[in-house]
């Protein structure tokens, strides 16, 4: 078990990064399949290398133009990557290059870079790119030896070049890279799968109809996983997994179960390299032949094909790209002759640098098992996630509940303003908790619906088709219980309640503060809660998302696209937004990442009447250069003085004869909308453990067939930490509060913000304190998570 090996040591003290690139030339390439989110990579490359001091090349058409060399290699500028961050695909042309694999090939590529002195190469794309890379780092020298020999270059030329850095980006829609949480082009995907079953769902519903549906995915499963996860599919097959022998049978039952429940629709997610346990294809024209013998169902086969790759990448990808773009400047420029080839990606949300060399492993790993048919070692390569996922899956789709009950009942309810994603939550909770055995109770409107006895059993079939609408089905409100104690308790005990799930906001964090320390007096608060954070703020302490956060993201994300545009049209305009987020600026942050902000004013980030000059000195700086027009978010709470109207007055009368402002308050579009493929999954799996959880305390906490449960452990809030989903007792979140302003006192986003700056041409330290150490991953033991 190596643990992380330094790979180089930190810079004195951070302000080094602006001149740490002086005499050096980065080339940054993408090659393979395209995916979403490689044009943010490139952009935060060429902007972030460019602030360093360092010169930056495009090479177009991948591998291809690097051989070419020629018109192929150009030197990038900061405007030339304006306007590339909302277009999917890559701008800068990929290509599949048989050349490159060939030693001539890569001799044309070496004498091509080192005749202009680059020395650094960032590559995006996918294992089979990232493994040519590696082949062309090892071949370097005897490449430049083999060049000197036949002239190609000079002695100088060559000692100048001694050594190649390479650093890659993983830039792949199937998520198939180990080592790795997510892969650029992955989340926006899913949007694109996501859209399409949910248009799909209206129409089998109204014809009764069966659709299976084929992803892409030839090695692996993730978008088949995922998407089955997201729109509670009735059966998924993917390339890890294959289905047991009798498959036939159990579909055909699972769909006349769903259809028994009361369902009109059945649907079949297919990954295009499913197969049996004995490697045999399986297609989604054998599963709709099967269905229609032996049932007789109306079924609809879609293959959904390259639309899969097309579209705007999501607001995830745009962050992941731009976030990866920094870091992989960084790991090049302080490279050393003796680094490794390296990938930089994210784990949880650090970002982290991986040898190349051994993540590729690990994947060929992967299909060695598959190919091996050792199928549960292939599901344990992909990572804990992966499992996690599956295993979700597995118990929501192909359990039923059992004919013994537990004798315990759950209530769930969702408290403060409506989330995205709240309603696959209550799903996932009502259905494993009757899996458990046990009987679930819904609570309408909040608190006040606890207190007024708002409470009704809800079963299987009460939550079906939840995981895709947007807002509350349950009905949600901000009323906080203090005041209503005595009427909670009656509730309770009338409804013999022995479990709370409160999905919401900072107001469930702080009416579940309150229902604990109402159990001092009311003994029938004394069961156990578990609160679930969800509000599009993100602002509940101990967690680092909350459900609903990642749809309004989008939706303010999708809105500045558009105002970019109509500014682009104009010319010479400003925009001034308004998000929301209370005083959290989570959402204003994120978005400008997103969107390419150039400033974002937000309350954790305190900024004066000279900071307001700068940016407007800064704007009409920009005027002058070919990207004429501005885009400023102001989160609603960042200062009480310097109003969304005041900024606007601001920028009108100081830009006057250079631009026009125009102000935008987004307003509750923000909290609307169907969830992201993110705010389903996680909903759903939020949903999922709170109930196992749950489940234990209550017999833990059970003497007698009566509940007591009065420690502080018996009322946790389920968050997402780095990368694991954990549960924290209230009280010792009560300490990382503020109270006043509704915020955790510490917030990992916040480091981002000199991101944003950078791109948006501000000099900015980089804080590069946290640096990002070289992790080994191979033989990491794969710890599944406690059973769901």
Same mark, same amino acid.
């Given at each position: 078990e190596h643990?992380?090996?330094?790979?180089?040591?930190?810079?004195?003290?951070?302000?080094?990064?602006?001149?740490?690139?002086?005499?050096?030339?980065?080339?940054?390439?993408?090659s393979g399949g395209d995916a979403q989110g490689m044009n943010a990579a490139v952009r935060a490359v060429v902007r972030v290398g460019i602030f360093t001091g360092a010169k930056v090349y495009f090479v177009h058409e991948g591998y291809q133009g690097l051989v070419d060399g020629g018109d192929n290699i150009q030197e990038a500028t900061w405007e030339r990557v304006s306007m590339m961050l909302q277009l999917g695909g890559t701008v800068i042309g990929s290509a599949r290059c048989q050349d490159f694999r060939t030693r001539e090939?890569?001799?044309?590529?070496?004498?091509?870079?080192?005749?202009?002195?680059?020395?650094?190469?960032?590559?995006?794309?996918?294992?089979?790119?990232?493994?040519?890379?590696?082949?062309?780092?090892?071949?370097?020298?005897s490449l430049l030896v083999e060049l000197v020999k036949t002239g190609g270059v000079t002695?100088?030329?060559?000692?100048?070049?001694?050594?190649?850095?390479?650093? =890659?980006?993983?830039?792949?829609?199937?998520?198939?890279?180990?080592?790795?949480?997510?892969?650029?082009?992955?989340?926006?995907?899913?949007?694109?799968?996501?859209?399409?079953?949910?248009?799909?769902?209206?129409?089998?519903q109204s014809h009764q109809r069966t659709f299976v549906l084929e992803v892409m995915g030839r090695?692996?499963?993730?978008?088949?996983?995922?998407?089955?996860?997201?729109?509670?599919?009735?059966?998924?097959?993917?390339?890890?997994?294959?289905?047991?022998?009798?498959?036939?049978?159990?579909?055909?039952?699972?769909? %006349?179960?769903?259809?028994?429940?009361?369902?009109?629709?059945?649907?079949? %997610?297919?990954?295009?390299?499913?197969?049996?346990?004995?490697?045999?294809p399986i297609t989604s024209e054998d599963i709709k032949n099967l269905v229609v013998k032996r049932l007789g169902y109306d079924t609809r086969v879609t293959i959904l094909g390259h639309v899969q790759r097309g579209g705007t990448p999501s607001a995830f990808d745009r962050i992941l790209g731009s976030r990866m773009g920094v870091e992989a400047v960084m790991a090049l420029l302080e490279g050393t002759p003796d680094t490794p080839a390296c990938v930089v990606s994210l784990s949880g949300n650090q970002a982290v640098r991986l040898p190349l060399m051994e993540c590729v492993q690990v994947t060929k790993d992967v299909t060695t098992a598959m190919n091996e048919r050792r199928f549960d070692d292939a599901v344990k390569l992909r990572g804990r996630s992966f499992?996690?996922?599956?295993?979700?899956?597995?118990?929501?789709?192909?359990?039923?509940?059992?004919?013994?009950?537990?004798?315990?009942?759950?209530?769930?309810?969702?408290?403060?303003?409506?989330?995205?994603?709240?309603?696959?939550?209550?799903?996932?909770?009502?259905?494993?908790?009757? %899996?458990?055995?046990?009987?679930?109770?819904?609570?309408?409107?909040?608190?006040?619906?606890?207190?007024?006895?708002?409470?009704?059993?809800?079963?299987?079939?009460?939550?079906?088709?939840?995981?895709?609408?947007?807002?509350?089905?349950?009905?949600?409100?901000?009323?906080?219980?203090?005041k209503y104690l005595e009427e909670i308790s009656a509730t309770i005990s009338?409804?013999?309640?022995?479990?709370? %799930?409160?999905? =919401?906001?900072?107001?469930?964090?702080?009416?579940?503060?309150?229902?604990?320390?109402?159990?001092?007096?009311?003994?029938?608060?004394?069961?156990?809660?578990?609160?679930?954070?969800?509000?599009?703020?993100?602002?509940?302490?101990?967690?680092?998302?909350s459900i609903g956060a990642d749809t309004a993201l989008n939706t303010i994300t999708t809105t500045c696209d558009r105002i970019k545009q109509s500014a682009a049209g104009t010319k010479r305009r400003v925009f001034i937004?308004?998000?929301?987020?209370?005083?959290?600026?989570?959402?204003?942050?994120?978005?400008?990442?997103?969107?390419?902000?150039?400033?974002?004013?937000?309350?954790?980030?305190?900024?004066?009447?000279?900071?307001?000059?700068?940016?407007?000195?800064?704007?009409?700086?920009?005027?002058?250069?070919?990207?004429?027009?501005?885009?400023?978010?102001?989160?609603e709470k960042c200062n009480e003085n310097y109003t969304t109207d005041f900024i606007f007055n601001l920028y009108s009368e100081e830009g006057k004869g250079i631009f026009e402002s125009r102000k935008n308050v987004l307003g509750h579009m923000q909290q609307g909308g169907t969830p992201t493929p993110f705010d389903r999954n996680f909903g759903t799996k939020m949903g999922a453990k709170s109930v196992a959880w749950l489940t234990g305390k209550i017999k833990e906490y059970s003497r007698h067939g009566r509940i007591f449960a009065n420690t502080a452990d018996s009322a946790c809030l389920l968050g997402m930490r780095r990368r694991s989903l954990v549960f924290q007792p209230l009280a010792e979140l009560e300490e990382q509060t503020d109270f006043e302003h509704r915020l955790p006192k510490q917030q990992w986003w916040l480091k981002l913000r000199p991101i944003l700056k950078i791109l948006a041409k501000y000099k900015a330290d980089l804080d590069t304190s946290e640096k990002a150490h070289l992790e080994h991953i191979t033989h990491k033991g794969v710890p599944a998570e406690a059973n769901i």
């Open positions: 643990k992380s090996k330094k790979m180089s040591q930190p810079p004195e003290k951070h302000e080094r990064t602006h001149n740490l690139g002086i005499g050096k030339a980065i080339a940054v390439l993408t090939g890569r001799l044309k590529a070496a004498r091509n870079l080192v005749k202009r002195g680059i020395t650094n190469l960032c590559v995006i794309g996918g294992d089979g790119s990232l493994t040519g890379a590696n082949t062309f780092q090892a071949e370097w020298s002695a100088e030329e060559a000692k100048n070049s001694s050594h190649l850095n390479i650093v =890659g980006m993983v830039g792949s829609i199937d998520n198939d890279f180990c080592g790795t949480d997510m892969t650029i082009g992955t989340d926006s995907a899913l949007h694109r799968i996501m859209e399409i079953v949910d248009a799909i769902t209206t129409t089998a090695h692996c499963g993730y978008l088949a996983l995922i998407t089955a996860l997201a729109c509670g599919a009735d059966w998924v097959f993917i390339p890890e997994s294959p289905p047991e022998d009798d498959w036939e049978e159990h579909l055909c039952r699972r769909l %006349i179960e769903t259809r028994g429940r009361g369902s009109r629709l059945n649907i079949i %997610i297919v990954a295009e390299g499913a197969i049996t346990k004995q490697g045999q499992q996690n996922n599956w295993n979700v899956y597995k118990l929501l789709a192909h359990v039923r509940p059992p004919s013994t009950k537990s004798g315990y009942n759950l209530a769930v309810m969702n408290v403060g303003a409506p989330a995205s994603g709240m309603n696959a939550a209550v799903r996932a909770a009502v259905r494993i908790g009757l %899996i458990h055995g046990h009987k679930m109770l819904a609570v309408h409107d909040g608190f006040d619906g606890l207190a007024h006895g708002q409470v009704e059993e809800i079963g299987w079939g009460g939550v079906g088709g939840w995981t895709g609408l947007g807002g509350s089905k349950l009905g949600t409100k901000r009323t906080l219980p203090k009338s409804f013999n309640i022995h479990g709370l %799930i409160i999905i =919401g906001g900072f107001e469930a964090f702080t009416g579940s503060l309150e229902l604990v320390e109402g159990r001092g007096k009311y003994e029938e608060l004394c069961i156990p809660v578990c609160v679930i954070p969800a509000t599009v703020s993100n602002n509940v302490p101990g967690s680092d998302f937004i308004e998000t929301m987020g209370g005083y959290c600026g989570y959402l204003a942050t994120m978005a400008g990442l997103a969107s390419g902000a150039d400033a974002a004013y937000i309350f954790e980030d305190p900024f004066t009447i000279r900071d307001l000059q700068v940016n407007v000195e800064h704007l009409c700086e920009k005027m002058k250069t070919t990207v004429k027009r501005g885009l400023v978010l102001r989160n």
